[in-house]
């Protein structure tokens, strides 16, 4: 997608489609509340041709409401379409983010390759430079389908995005901002375009291979390793989870290293890479087990977050590490009741070998210890059990260090993503204890997604650090107006945040 900033006059515009954004200014209070949609431009054309529909009732502004109109009297452009951002007082960067994807999403199966749309003036929550990129990034999402293997296909992505701002505005501050929308943006279509892969398709070694093509086109160093490389390391961990499959494993290691920065912090971004998921001898029931093509969701988030690390060039150094398997059934395959050792040397009685993501995220997050990460992060399609508790609208969020926490909270407020932290504790901790080892790899059925987070703790142990869980957020269930259903592309965009926070 060509990206573009514009200071032409709206009226103007020669286009087939000029879409401008709308909220609801709301008018009166309790009962005699009365929607009222404005345009958030100021071309007075523009508004004259919008004005009618604007009265009339049809169109209220409502978020990704949108509303086409033929032949605008007034305007150079064929078409007009209005997008709402909901109520005034609650609109934010995210929901313009949000109006672009839909925007986009409006144009692709209308056969509308160019899309113009007006940057909201003197918005409300949000300067314009922090407006310009949600759109950016909303734009590059919503241009995402996930069809790869649909023989008939039709390229419907839109080939040219242009935003228009108004004349006055900071050029130079605005520019920037938007450019860095669409690598964001991008970022996540990579994190997107791997997790959408079939296992069939996107193996280990695959995964591998993507991600050191994407390192080599923006000049990090990436190293793939395999089985010999997990025994060398004593891996014991990540290894009884590959054991059972004729794919071998990938333990993919990406560096960002900026040029003179020797000291300060090292971020170690480690990710579950769980290519297909049976669950192994525990084997999961066939219903929805499909779905476990995207138990490398956590992975493919930390090689999106690289890219954009990469282009973005934050002055703080970055270790990226995907533990990458496929968890099968086999003659060979681990067994409930095994016991396996770990990088650290911990000994771990595997209960269920549908606990396996904490398996293998162990070793990745003891191997970024070893490697030098002073902060870690990572990311895991973990837990059922955090869907329970979480539904499909908030990930899950654990971490053990309060400022290191209080960072990827800020980071939120940028990324829009939502997420929820959840406790850790002793009491908790108790519940994995094992017999005959050191811990167990479940903890029974109560409190599952926080057993899970006190498993990777051990690994962990006194680094600061988070972990996600996006077990209910990697996927997207239902088709959006402003994302399509399938892969979401949860948690890059805050763990990029969070990374450029300690290299502004
Ligand atoms: N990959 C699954 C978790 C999952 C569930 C991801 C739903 C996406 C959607 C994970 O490996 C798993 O199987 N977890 C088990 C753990 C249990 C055996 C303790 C679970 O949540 O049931
Ligand atoms: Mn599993
Ligand atoms: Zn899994």
Known sequence: MQTEISYASLSGIETELLIVLACDAQTGKGPAARPQPELLIADSAVNAAAAAVLTSGEFKAGANETLLLHAPAGLAAKRLLLVGLGKQAQATVHSVRNAAGTAVRFCKPRGIREVVLALPEGFVNGPLPAVARAAAEGACVGDFDPDTYRSDRKDQSVQKFTAVAPAGADRAALQAAFAEGVIVGESQNLTRTLVNEPGNKLTPTELGQRAAEMAKEVGLQCAVYSTEKLHELKMGAFWSVSQGSAEPPALIVMRYEPEGVSDGPVLGLVGK????????ISIKPSENMEKMKYDMAGGAVMIGAMLAIALLKPRVRVIGIVCAAENMPDGKAQKPGDVQTAMSGKTIEIINTDAEGRLVLADGLAYARQLGATHLIDAATLTGA???????VNAGAFSNDDATYAKFDAALATSGEKFWRLPLGEEYADMIRSDIGDIKNTGGRWGGAITAAEFLHHFAEDTPWIH?????????????????????????RSILEWARSYGA
Do not use: N, Q
Not at 386 to 392: I, R
């Open 386 to 392: 955090c869907v329970v508790a979480l539904g499909m």
């Open 468 to 492: 996600l869980d996006i077990a209910g957020m990697a996927w997207v269930e239902d088709a959006r107006p402003y994302i399509a259903k399938g892969p979401s592309g949860i948690a890059m």
């Open 273 to 280: 890479g769980i290519t297909f998921d049976t669950g192994g």
